[in-house]
T-cell receptor, first 116, second 115 residues
Framework: KAGVTQTPRYLIKTRGQQVTLSCSPI?????VSWYQQTPGQGLQFLFE???????NKGNFPGRFSGRQFSNSRSEMNVSTLELGDSALYLC???????????????FGDGTRLSIL | AQSVTQLDSHVSVSEGTPVLLRCNYS??????LFWYVQHPNKGLQLLLK??????LVKGINGFEAEFKKSETSFHLTKPSAHMSDAAEYFC?????????????FGQGTTLQVKP
């Protein structure tokens, strides 16, 4: 099976712009979670989508949003970019963590976003 | 609230010697615990998971972890370190039902392996 695919791998943007990141989960996985990784804050949960619905959300401002399509692919959007948004954004997929907490999440290699 | 604490931010070992990466958890529920590894410029790879079926969990690449409820610990070990083990390791707990899809990460332990 192909793993989780994130595109693009690298992005450079300037303050005030917006950006869209893409994530294709493992085939058959219906849940996609997004995380932000920074040296200062570590790995923080952004949100989770399941069957095209946002089921859970972390403590991030409304500038961070996402969606999921019927094929379970997910996109994350960040508007009005700030310098502090520079980070590695990781997505992870699993079948349904709401049904079984022991299900591991499988991660992509991430998109590294740099804000100038 | 669920949380994990990795007791060492950096661990250095010589190749061929044992590895011990320490993790304590805090949970009001029976926890779902995982260890992940991250190599530079890569995503996270699952090493092993605790499912309550057995307290000693074997993972990939010779790693194993022991769940000790009395000590609220889930330490990761490997008998003999290899140069390729150099990476960052994360102890992770899954948030309980009602907070689906959310993993809570420790701050990470960087493992250095010296020749």
């Amino acid at each position: 099976k192909a793993g989780v695919t994130q595109t693009p791998r690298y992005l450079i943007k300037t303050r005030g712009q917006q950006v869209t990141l893409s994530c294709s989960p493992i085939s058959g996985h219906r849940s996609v979670s997004w995380y932000q990784q920074t040296p200062g804050q570590g790995l923080q949960f952004l949100f989770e989508y399941f069957s095209e619905t946002q089921r859970n959300k972390g403590n991030f401002p409304g500038r961070f949003s996402g969606r999921q399509f019927s094929n379970s692919r997910s996109e994350m959007n960040v508007s009005t970019l700030e310098l502090g948004d520079s980070a590695l954004y990781l997505c992870a997929s699993s079948d349904d963590p709401g049904r079984d907490l022991n299900q591991p999440q499988h991660f992509g290699d991430g998109t590294r976003l740099s804000i100038l | 609230a669920q949380s994990v604490t990795q007791l060492d931010s950096h661990v250095s070992v010589s190749e061929g010697t044992p590895v011990l990466l320490r993790c304590n958890y805090s949970s009001s529920y029976s926890p779902s615990l995982f260890w992940y590894v991250q190599h530079p410029n890569k995503g996270l790879q699952l090493l092993l998971k605790y499912t309550s079926a057995a307290t000693l969990v074997k993972g990939i690449n010779g790693f194993e972890a022991e769940f000790k409820k009395s000590e609220t610990s889930f330490h990761l070990t490997k008998p003999s370190a290899h140069m390729s083990d150099a990476a960052e390791y994360f102890c992770v707990v899954s948030d309980p039902a009602g907070n689906t899809g959310k993993l809570i990460f420790g701050q990470g332990t960087t493992l250095q392996v010296k020749p």
